[in-house]
């Protein structure tokens, strides 16, 4: 038997080849518990992330009119619909576009983003826009 601390991997497919034979007495059942709830925190981190830099693109949409082309256009497509794609495989991620503390974490990440790529330290300090009804709304891009 491998031990989750020796080697994760070859715990992971014991701990599957386990559950397919139903030997549930032999399960590392807390490590189990931990793998689970870290596959939840991963797809969060996902969407996160991929908010954070369609909003990062969205902030040098509006403060950079001059700039603004098809590639950026096509990264804030891109993000609208990986981030659809995982609310879609994941429904209960959705109440996270409402949660202000980590709505406040992902616009801090896209400012961050925003000002490392273009080098203006001028946007807002709380996100400007509704995240469901603008952010993710095809079409949409700020004035």
Partial sequence: MHTYEQDVHAWAFEQA??????????????HIADEIEAVGRSEQR?????????????????FQPKRRGASWEKT????RKEIGYALDESPSLRPKLQEPRWLDMVWARGVAQAVNETGLDCFPEQCPWVVEDEVLADGWLPG
């Fill in 76 to 79: 804030i497509k891109a993000q």
């Fill in 46 to 62: 996902h969407v996160g992330n991929a908010l954070a830099v369609l909003l990062a693109h969205l902030l040098k949409w509006q």
């Fill in 17 to 30: 080849r386990l559950l397919r034979e139903g030997r549930f007495e032999s399960l590392d059942v807390e």
